[in-house]
């Protein structure tokens, strides 16, 4: 489920499932196990829950006649940065299906929404609120976070300002919404029927993302919402709001 146009590939967020370690999934996306630690701020691999997002960075697949300086210079770096951050040696030879990481990219909208953000986190002390206000169960384990009851097409709401890294059908969780916040807090609302928004759209607290759907486990409709920080899940209860 790699997310590429052309032979540039988004930030994509990869959700573990059952039996995967960080080594097999590095594998997947022909990225060195300890970049995708660094990246993801992990220092135990061995404990990482079902259903956590492991964020999967900006790739390059090499084409025939590319070089370190034209992707670099069309990528806005150096030749020695772009090397550095994919561990390699000044006479590695480049060849056509490489697959490169590339430098993340801020524009000043997104800039300008995180500064937002955590001037909010700081100042604004309101009460906390769930994407949906039906019963909730919090449940701990394997997967952690809570499930909430409703009926079928509920509305789904944010908790919190962000930007959308996922939005569709993921195996297990029904459709998913992920967003991600400007500390790094990402939010998953699962068990959706219908989704609202789109990757890459930036959200705000109670704006509607989705209608709830029904849960093919328990045949009735079950909202899954979890939070997780620097791939460890975060209390749902305790997990920053607004």
Do not use: C
């Not at 960075?57 to 772009?82: C, M, Q, R, W």
């Not at 100042?123 to 079928?152: M, N, V």
């Not at 849960?215 to 607004?242: C, M, T, Y």
């Amino acid at each position: 489920m790699v997310l590429i146009t052309g032979n540039i590939s988004a930030e994509y967020i990869h959700l573990i499932k059952k039996g995967e370690t960080i080594y097999n999934i590095s594998r997947r996306y022909n990225i060195s196990a300890e970049k995708l630690l660094e990246i993801n701020k992990i220092e135990d691999p061995t404990n990482l829950k079902i259903g956590t997002p492991l964020l999967i960075p900006s790739v390059y697949v090499v084409e025939k006649g590319d070089t370190f300086y034209s992707i670099a210079k069309k990528h806005n770096t150096t030749v020695s940065h772009l090397m550095e951050i994919n561990n390699l040696d000044r006479d590695y030879l480049l060849k056509a299906g490489d697959h490169l990481i590339l430098p993340q990219e801020h524009n000043e909208t997104q800039s300008e929404v995180q500064s937002v953000a955590l001037k909010k986190e700081k100042t604004d002390k309101q009460t906390p609120f769930w994407p949906h206000h039906g019963t909730r169960t919090i449940k701990s384990g394997k997967l952690s976070g809570a499930e909430i009851q409703g009926e079928k097409g509920d509305s789904v709401v944010s908790v919190t300002t962000g930007q959308v890294v996922w939005a569709g059908p993921y195996r297990g969780f029904g459709k998913v919404v992920l967003v991600k916040s400007a500390e790094g807090y990402i939010y998953l609302y699962g068990g959706n029927d219908t989704i609202l928004v789109r990757v890459g759209d930036f959200v705000n607290p109670g704006m509607e993302i989705g209608k709830l759907g029904i849960n093919p486990h328990e045949d009735k409709p079950i909202l899954f919402f979890s939070v997780f920080k620097d791939g460890k899940p975060v209390d749902p209860e305790k997990a920053p709001r607004g």
